[in-house]
């Protein structure tokens, strides 16, 4: 699970340094900003940490542990609560791609 903890030091990702889950409201908030402003806000995401067929395991590349990389641990219910909320706010929030390559 994402709690924010950054794994720049072992090649793995860098996270934003938020010591906890990232859960839907933190996503509403910049959805209501948007909103609010009548703009769409780019978020950008780590696709990868979404992984809940381990298909970045096939593509060595694509992440920071090659092929063995096992995302199992990482996905929940809050992962499809995240894009859920984003696919149904996309007006307010822009999906922004990015990822680690070893």
């Known amino acids: 699970m994402d709690n924010g903890s950054s ?10 340094g938020v010591r906890r889950t990232f859960e839907v409201f933190d996503y509403e908030a910049i959805a209501n900003i948007g909103k609010a402003l009548g703009i769409r ?3 950008a995401f780590i696709l990868s940490e979404f992984d ?3 298909s970045c395991a096939t593509v060595p590349s694509s992440n920071w542990m090659g092929e063995k990389w096992d995302n199992r641990k990482n996905i929940s219910n809050i992962q499809y609560d995240i894009m859920r909320f984003v696919q149904q706010n996309s007006a307010y929030i822009e999906m922004g791609m990015h990822g680690c390559w070893a």
């Open 7 to 16: 794994l720049s030091i072992q090649n793995g990702p860098h996270r934003a």
């Open 41 to 43: 806000i780019q978020g």
């Open 52 to 54: 809940k067929e381990n």
